[in-house]
């Protein structure tokens, strides 16, 4: 699992910030990365998408996409992520949608997740997880793998906004 103090101390080495939209996760990710001292220099803040018409009236997810393929999807993620970039004026964008159970949902079993993580110029990471356990258990696992993800885009990109 990723360090969420070693991912915010990336993101302030590079005068870069996030901002996270959330669903399944309920505001976790963007509790874990405040729990940290000193988070305010990176975190922009972030929504809390619970509701479908919130994913299109709030982050920009077109309506189409939503019809055709429901909120569990990688492009409503990476739509998501970007959209609250936008939104809080973030370098980075980091979306989860998923289902956590107890029941399916849009035809997606228990444990389907997406994260992605939207940076400069429009470039989209994504991560498609299938996950078991309990309803807390995929919320918090979750939460480690979009930290992760996060975490991998900017080691990956090392450099990319250093003076």
Known sequence: MADVAEVLSMLVSRAATVAVAESLTGGLIGAAITSVSGSSKAFR??????ATDLKRELLGVPEELLRREGAVHPEVAAAMAAGVARLCGATYGLAVTGVAGPEPQDGRPVGTVHAAVSGPGGQIWARELRLRGSRERIRVKTVDEA??????VLKANKGEHSG
């Open 147 to 152: 930290v992760d993800l996060l975490s991998g």
């Open 45 to 50: 803040g972030g929504v809390i998408s619970y």
